[in-house]
């Protein structure tokens, strides 16, 4: 069981800088006090295609890194646990 601790703290650690270099790469999504009364409904070439764009990736990968953050925060708590 020491084993199964160690590996996972490794990935623990592993996933958290990297999670932290991810979220430190995005830029800013702030539209400021005008975006959020008005609301931004453009669509346009763009914003249909951002899923395929460096920041749209940067997203979806920050996405993942952190569900398997919580996924590895629960399983260690419960390696504790025993």
Same mark, same amino acid.
């Given at each position: 069981m020491e084993v199964v601790k160690?590996?996972?703290i490794g990935i623990y650690v592993i996933v958290c800088l990297g999670l932290i270099v991810l979220?430190?790469?995005? @830029?800013s999504e702030? @539209?400021?006090a005008?975006?959020?009364i008005m609301g931004s409904t453009t669509s346009?070439?763009?914003?249909k295609n951002k899923g395929r764009t460096k920041e749209g990736k940067l997203k979806k990968w920050t996405i993942i890194?952190?569900?398997?953050f919580a996924v590895l925060t629960i399983a260690l708590s419960i390696v504790y646990a025993m």
């Amino acid at each position: 069981m020491e084993v199964v601790k160690y590996v996972l703290i490794g990935i623990y650690v592993i996933v958290c800088l990297g999670l932290i270099v991810l979220a430190m790469m995005q @830029s800013s999504e702030d @539209s400021g006090a005008s975006g959020t009364i008005m609301g931004s409904t453009t669509s346009n070439f763009y914003e249909k295609n951002k899923g395929r764009t460096k920041e749209g990736k940067l997203k979806k990968w920050t996405i993942i890194l952190g569900i398997i953050f919580a996924v590895l925060t629960i399983a260690l708590s419960i390696v504790y646990a025993m």
